[in-house]
């Protein structure tokens, strides 16, 4: 029964048509969550926030876990991603048409941020690990003093009274659309680049593999994908200073990469959706809404000593969380493994054994 | 013809000279062992010749074309492969993955189609899965082509090494030391090995070897460095007999 059940399992997961209509299920879903308020408007929020998530998890991923190094510059991609999608629904796109030019302003913050991306990745050619993340936290810190600087971008003050343009199917379209091309990236001879200047970079370079071309595209991918997640971030938000993009933010994201495990599509986006929700479930509000059903002379004093309580250890929650895994799961949830669903088919068949059974000779 | 010629090549490490007046002609198709003493500066003329060191004088030429001044992809993509003294695979990757990644000037597609995965991609992709798999069974390691690299014995390791340097399809393949750690049975297996592979995939062979059989034992012509100076140069028997060669190498007084 349970082999039965295990072939079936497998059969399915190699049907070619199991990706599109799970996309296309998620697609209804992402249109019709808002539209019939199937949930409330919370934890529609709390969904796109994951998506967005997802998308920096991923593509910090790639250069943090596939290539080996140690970028600290993510949130200044985003802030780069988020200010120019931000300045362009402002004061450059006429308003009657948003709902068209929105995902076009979208691109060009990925697309500004894919260029600041190629300036972190010439100091790379040269300095690695430790060093270079002393650059990229430079970097950070660079485009947050140059951006309070400039007077017509709000300075310190931010950006206030953004649209709210970011929602639920766009969130969803963005976040397939960038893990999909993260994905593919892998999988290709660059993503094996990627891989082998992490191994070791000298024996890739006389593999003939052209490892400054290889980190300039991994650069650019990833800072691209951390511009579209901080423009789509900035019109959900409503609101973008540059407090919002520090070195938290940063540290956030690093947290999700390593939780999910490096090297791992699947494990980034495991990463980013529990570190999200165990996030939003600390705070007191969502903690007392989900403990509503317990009868009052329990409820009562948990609320008043533990749960209201709740924002002060929120910050020392998760970071002793953190800690534990690292101690006792220090390869994350699923460390240099992924999905089978993730793995093109031709590369999972080229790693069987001919002998194997799952393969007709 | 000649394949690689060095001509004057020197190199110095800050004040050291590692390597002086180094000469070099490697006619196509030719078995070359290059001998000496630790520090005489073997494994530096390899890293001169993949670009990893740039001379500090002097020209190498490799089929007409300089490589003084090439990167180490650019001149590996013209066809020398090569492996390296202390096993350098990809420890963490597959088997299969690390001969894939020896492709990467063959695989023809762009950033693009490589992104979206269209285009020349897949044909490209499936060529070179092909070509791995076909060498990783003429090196018996089929079997384990999903398995992680650093999991496979010793001796495995330094054939997969090899497998993978003649991924880049190489004219000219450079063998840092390919007999280290090996017994002599295993060595004399080495040998028919190297004289096997270089018929079947028509190569030229620069190999550095300490083991004195396999040297006099395969190579058609050897050269002996010592403190980065060329003491003698000539066929094994030639070299056997040459005095400062037993006098440096083989060391003093009378041998036997």
Request: glycine share 8%; charged share 15%.
């Amino acid at each position: 029964m349970n082999i039965a059940l295990k072939y079936c399992w497998n059969e399915l997961l190699e049907q070619a048509w199991l990706v599109p209509v799970l996309l296309l299920i998620g697609f209804g879903l992402a249109f019709a969550i808002p539209e019939y308020n199937w949930l409330n408007k919370y934890i529609q929020l709390v969904l796109m926030y994951i998506g967005i998530n997802i998308i920096l998890t991923v593509s910090l991923n790639l250069v943090n876990g596939y290539m080996g190094e140690f970028s600290l510059a993510h949130a200044g991609f985003m802030a780069v991603g988020a200010y120019t999608a931000a300045l362009l629904t402002m004061k450059v796109l006429p308003v009657a048409a948003y709902p068209v030019l929105f995902p076009l302003a979208v691109l060009a913050g990925g697309m500004v941020a894919a260029v600041m991306g190629l300036i972190v990745a010439v100091p790379s050619f040269k300095i690695r690990g430790d060093y270079l993340a002393i650059i990229t936290l430079a970097f950070l810190m660079i485009v947050k003093s140059v951006i309070e600087n400039i007077d017509y971008i709000g300075g310190p003050r931010g950006i206030p009274g953004i649209k709210r343009l970011t929602t639920l199917p766009w969130v969803f379209f963005w976040t397939v659309a960038t893990v999909w091309m993260i994905r593919n990236f892998v999988y290709s001879k660059y993503g094996r680049g990627v891989l082998s200047i992490r191994e070791d970079e000298i024996a890739s370079d006389l593999m003939s593999v052209n490892t400054k071309r290889v980190k300039f595209l991994a650069f650019m991918l990833s800072s691209f994908c951390a511009g579209v997640a901080g423009a789509l971030f900035a019109h959900l938000l409503q609101f973008i200073s540059p407090r919002v993009f520090d070195i938290i933010k940063t540290t956030d994201v690093l947290i999700m990469v390593y939780l999910g495990g490096i090297a791992s599509i699947g494990g980034s986006i495991l990463g980013a959706t529990a570190y999200t929700a165990l996030m939003e479930l600390l705070r007191p509000s969502t903690m007392a809404a989900l403990l509503d059903w317990l009868p009052e002379f329990v409820f009562n004093p948990l609320n008043q000593y533990i749960i209201q309580n709740l924002g002060v250890w929120r910050m020392v929650i998760m970071p002793l969380l953190l800690v534990l895994v690292m101690l006792y799961w220090p390869r994350g949830i699923m460390g240099q493994r992924e999905f089978r669903g993730f793995i093109p088919r031709r590369d999972r068949v080229a790693h069987r054994r001919l002998n194997d059974p799952g393969e007709k000779p | 013809m000649t394949l690689l010629v060095a001509t004057q090549v020197r190199h110095l490490f800050g004040g050291l000279c590692a390597v002086a007046d180094f000469n070099l002609e490697l006619q196509a198709g030719q078995l070359m062992g290059i001998i000496g003493p630790n520090g005489a500066g073997k494994t530096t003329i390899f890293n001169l010749i993949t670009g990893v060191y740039q001379a500090t004088e002097g020209s190498i030429r490799f089929n007409g074309t300089e490589l003084v001044g090439l990167t180490p992809h650019q001149i590996t993509a013209l066809r020398i492969g090569r492996t390296f003294q202390n096993i350098r695979l990809f420890r963490d990757l597959s088997v299969l993955d690390n001969v894939r990644i020896a492709h990467y000037a063959q695989a023809n597609y762009s950033p693009l189609e490589a992104l979206l995965h269209i285009g020349r991609y897949r044909r490209e992709e499936q060529r070179i899965i092909d070509n791995a798999r076909r060498l990783l069974a003429i090196f018996k390691l089929e079997h384990l082509a999903g398995e992680t690299a650093k999991n496979l014995p010793y001796g495995l390791q330094r054939r997969l090494e090899i497998a993978r340097a003649l991924a880049i399809d190489p004219e000219l393949l450079l063998l840092d030391e390919p007999a280290a750690g090996m017994n002599p049975n295993e060595i004399d297996q080495l040998m028919e090995f190297i004289q096997w592979i270089r018929a079947e995939f028509k190569l030229t062979i620069l190999l550095i070897e300490h083991q004195m059989k396999l040297v006099m034992g395969i190579c058609e012509r050897i050269k002996v460095l010592d403190f980065g100076e060329t003491l003698a140069e000539g066929p094994p028997t030639a070299i056997q007999n040459d005095p400062k060669v037993l006098e440096a190498y083989l060391g003093e007084g009378p041998v036997g």
